[in-house]
């Protein structure tokens, strides 16, 4: 078995080459919720959809998140009223949102819910949020003298991540408790692979609940990351200035800094190939490889990369 921690975009783009060497049955994947929001009285969850939609071969190519062949028509009656229309929700996937609201309202939780989505879509492998609890991201801003806390969202989407951060907290981490299944699948892996999402606001969520971060921390060498800023940079995203704006390096080094007690080995691009050794300085045993994920073979390769590097055969 193998299990992902997983944001967005990035842990999306990675798992459609893992499910192209590995059988999708055998792969357990944990995603964060920390971005979850509920807007419309619609309870979203951008990170499990991003997932979804990715592997089902539906997701906006050019956005990276949503469904392709999208139209708006909803979102354009509710800016026609005044309303919120900052969170871009297409017609299609207002479904998803309708369905998940609805099944909670039953009483229904977000884990059971997801499992009835990913069923639906038939993608074989098991997608589970790291808690049904209510877990959130919060952000300090500078807004624009004076700092002031706002959800995540509004600062990733509304503020297009473009105002400096000073701080980042959980709400709700203190009573969260890990979906069923999430501890199972960490201490049962033959690997457990942290994705290339943002370190700060997609990976750490998941650590933040109470028995995930110990649940890892006890299968370090068995757990290989990769990076997700390539030569000082994000791919995509903010990962690389929000890392500056909280006092971390934004490289390669930064990121096994951040890592090092729960991973014992980190994928390095070609590109930082010349800062492996300052990575093995920091306890992690770096891997260089082609990190960048172009298309399915290439994700397919990283992924054989990773699973070699705990070995694990493919």
Not at 135 to 141: G, I
Not at 162 to 185: F, I, N, Q, Y
Not at 228 to 246: F, Q
Request: net charge negative.
């Amino acid at each position: 078995m193998i299990c992902v921690l997983a944001g967005g975009v990035g842990a999306a783009r990675l798992l459609t080459g893992l499910v192209r060497v590995v059988d999708p049955a055998e792969v357990v994947v944990v995603a964060n919720v920390g971005d979850d929001v509920v807007l419309h009285g619609l309870h979203i969850s951008p990170d499990l959809d991003t997932i979804t939609y990715t592997l089902a071969d539906q997701v906006d190519p050019d956005r990276g998140w949503g469904l392709r062949d999208e139209s708006w028509q909803a979102m354009a009656m509710v800016g026609r009223y005044g309303g919120v229309d900052w969170f871009g929700l297409g017609d299609r996937d207002l479904g998803t949102h309708l369905f998940r609201t609805h099944r909670l309202g039953e009483g229904a939780t977000l884990s059971e819910v997801t499992a009835e989505i990913t069923r639906a879509w038939d993608l074989g492998l098991t997608l589970l949020p790291v808690t049904d609890d209510p877990l959130r991201t919060r952000v300090t801003v500078v807004d624009p003298d004076a700092e002031r806390e706002v959800g995540f969202q509004e600062w990733f989407v509304q503020r297009r991540h473009s105002v400096p951060v000073t701080g980042l907290r959980m709400v709700g981490d203190d009573t969260a408790r890990p979906a069923p299944g999430v501890l199972e699948a960490l201490i049962g892996a033959d690997a457990v692979l942290v994705a290339p999402s943002n370190p700060l606001v997609s990976i750490a969520p998941l650590l933040a609940v109470p028995g995930v971060a110990d649940a890892v921390h006890a299968r370090r060498d068995r757990t290989v990351a990769v990076s997700p800023i390539v030569a000082g940079a994000a791919l995509k995203g903010p990962a690389d200035r929000l890392m500056v704006d909280l006092g971390h390096e934004a490289s390669v080094v930064g990121v096994a800094r951040l890592w090092h007690d729960l991973a014992a080995t980190l994928v390095v691009d070609d590109a930082d190939a010349g800062l492996a050794e300052a990575v093995r300085e920091e306890g992690v045993e770096p891997v260089v490889t082609a990190t960048v994920m172009r298309d399915p073979d290439t994700a397919a390769a990283l992924a054989r990369t990773m699973l070699g590097a705990v070995g694990v055969t493919v």
